[in-house]
């Protein structure tokens, strides 16, 4: 009888233990759709020192399809951890997420692109930390303008090329923000050209510039390049060079601003600068609130907005990246 209550008290001893080791080793997801984008790559890192300074662990896995999101979710489960920060490869896979971290027992957190559901309508319900994306849009067009209007461009000679991909609502709010910021400039609507990426990346938006640049009337001398990231505003400055184009008659300006430091390193294209949103906001908040709400049950606002943008050029990029910690 001893000897059995001597055994029990070991056993409740250890699963004491055991349960204090969980409690002390907390894991959260963040799992990305383009893991190959400084934007991305600027998340973790921050999610990372997150864990770092509050002691959790972040597991990082890399997203490009439905298949390997669900997957990933299976992976992180079964690693123990409690929920996860997520930037899905397609929105409309919002439901399929919800129903496999139910089924795992795991919380979610959006950022960046917010689910839909299968109708297409935001799933409000699932907190999500985003842009306010057509604010962010507006600044993007208006200090293009603002260029334009430096280098005394007539609109009469000047087009913009504006890089949609409406199946995002953060990138339909940001280029519909865009134009609303050229047009409040002068810029007239028939000068706009409007072309869908087929893919969110540089090898897409060279394709969809390229396809808007032979539509141009031959009386176009000037451009601006727009779209919703970096990477789009990239892509349709290289499709502006392949044109003949000079550097001086194209003004691109981009979002995120993690992803055109290698080309603000270079001197002088018609890439002239980015709205550098929040990285770190996106990448440690996100990851403080998800680790909060496991530790502790509070659960995130359902929508957090982020608006903090700096417009960087070649004049003040290692400043402004200096600030964040993202020039060393
Ligand atoms: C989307 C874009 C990224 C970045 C984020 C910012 O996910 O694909 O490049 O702009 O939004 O929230």
């Known amino acids: 009888m001893k000897k059995g209550i001597r055994v029990l008290a070991a056993a409740i001893a250890l699963s004491g233990f055991s349960a204090l080791a969980c409690a002390e080793e907390v894991k959260i997801g963040f799992l990305v759709k383009q893991a190959e984008e400084p934007w991305f790559q600027t998340e973790w890192a921050f999610a990372e020192k997150a864990g770092k300074d509050q002691g959790f662990t972040v597991i990082k896995i890399a997203v490009p399809d439905g298949e390997k999101t669900l997957s990933a979710i299976d992976t992180l489960a079964a690693n123990g951890a409690k929920g996860f920060v997520i930037c899905p490869p397609d929105v409309s896979l919002g439901p399929a997420i919800m129903a496999k971290a139910k089924l795992n027992n795991l919380k979610v957190l959006a950022v960046d692109d917010r689910f839909v559901d299968a109708k297409g309508k935001p799933m409000e319900d699932v907190p999500y930390v985003g842009l306010d994306a057509y604010k962010i849009g507006q600044k993007q067009g208006e200090a293009m303008a603002a260029q334009a209007k430096q280098r005394n461009w007539d609109w009469k000679d000047t087009y913009a090329v504006i890089n949609t991909f409406d199946e995002l609502e953060t990138g339909k709010k940001r280029t519909d923000g865009s134009v609303e910021g050229l047009k409040a400039a002068g810029l007239p609507a028939d000068h706009i050209l409007f072309s869908a990426q087929k893919t969110l990346d540089v090898p897409g938006s060279m394709d969809s510039t390229n396809s808007a640049l032979v539509k141009?009337?031959?009386?176009?001398?000037?451009?601006?390049?727009?779209?919703?990231?970096?990477?789009?505003?990239?892509?349709?400055?290289?499709?502006?060079?392949?044109?003949?184009?000079?550097?001086?008659?194209?003004?691109?300006?981009?979002?995120?601003?993690?992803?055109?430091?290698?080309?603000?390193?270079?001197?002088?294209?018609?890439?002239?600068?980015?709205?550098?949103?929040?990285?770190?906001?996106?990448?440690?908040?996100?990851?403080?609130?998800?680790?909060?709400?496991?530790?502790?049950?509070?659960?995130p606002a359902k929508f957090t907005a982020l608006d903090n943008v700096t417009l960087i050029t070649r004049a003040n990029f290692k400043a402004e990246l200096s600030k964040i910690g993202l020039w060393k």
């Open 216 to 299: 141009l009337p031959r009386g176009a001398k000037n451009l601006i390049i727009g779209g919703m990231n970096d990477s789009t505003v990239l892509g349709g400055v290289r499709a502006t060079e392949s044109a003949g184009f000079k550097a001086a008659n194209v003004i691109g300006v981009g979002i995120n601003g993690t992803d055109a430091i290698e080309e603000l390193k270079k001197s002088d294209t018609g890439f002239y600068g980015s709205m550098l949103l929040s990285p770190d906001a996106s990448g440690y908040k996100t990851a403080t609130a998800m680790f909060e709400w496991v530790t502790k049950g509070t659960e």
